[in-house]
């Protein structure tokens, strides 16, 4: 009888002891799952953030980096249509980078979601510059899809949309 009580309580001990690694590993994994995907959060908005950064010291260059440099590239904003990475930055990013002065731009109530190796973000935007003669002051609505590219976050599609404005 005690043979048995012994090799009970030895299977009990044993199953206790698979069962403790098996929860403390999980925990580590899910602890290293967290921080991953903290870090790619971290980088997604850093990534937003230096697009905001670009327009404002007109930084083609960085701008450049932070999005993407191909034909997958679409760009919605006011009702206008933008597609591949030549027809964003010839049509729409260079002109616009001209056009404005003294600007400030930023992003707040950014809220990123991550799959594997991509995330999309919707966020607020303020922009505020000189246009010609006149000041500008805008805010609106974005949402964000970038897909990290060889290490690299990158804008992969933007839209963005204003209210309207009130009849004059």
């Known amino acids: 009888m005690s043979k ?6 030895l299977r009990i001990a044993l199953i206790l002891a698979l069962a403790v690694t098996l929860i403390a590993g999980l925990g580590i994994t899910l602890r290293q799952t967290t921080r991953a995907q903290s870090r790619a959060e971290a980088a997604v908005r850093d990534t937003l953030m230096k697009s905001t950064l670009s327009f404002e010291r007109n930084d083609l260059a960085m701008a450049t980096k932070v ?4 034909e997958s590239l679409t760009v919605f904003e006011q009702g206008h249509a933008n597609y591949g990475w030549a027809d964003y930055r010839d049509h729409h990013l260079v002109p616009e980078m001209a056009e404005f002065k003294n ?4 992003l707040d109530n950014i809220k990123v979601h991550l799959v594997g190796k991509t995330a999309w973000a ?4 303020t922009i505020s510059g000189d246009v010609d003669a006149r000041h ?9 899809v970038l897909e990290e590219r060889q290490g690299n ?4 599609h933007w839209h963005s949309s204003a209210p309207r404005r009130a009849p004059a």
């Open 67 to 70: 999005w993407a440099n191909d």
């Open 103 to 106: 600007t400030k731009y930023s």
């Open 122 to 125: 919707t966020f607020t935007y």
């Open 136 to 144: 500008v002051d805008s805010v609106g609505l974005g949402t964000a």
């Open 153 to 156: 976050w990158q804008i992969v």
């Open 4 to 9: 048995r009580i012994n090799r009970s309580s």
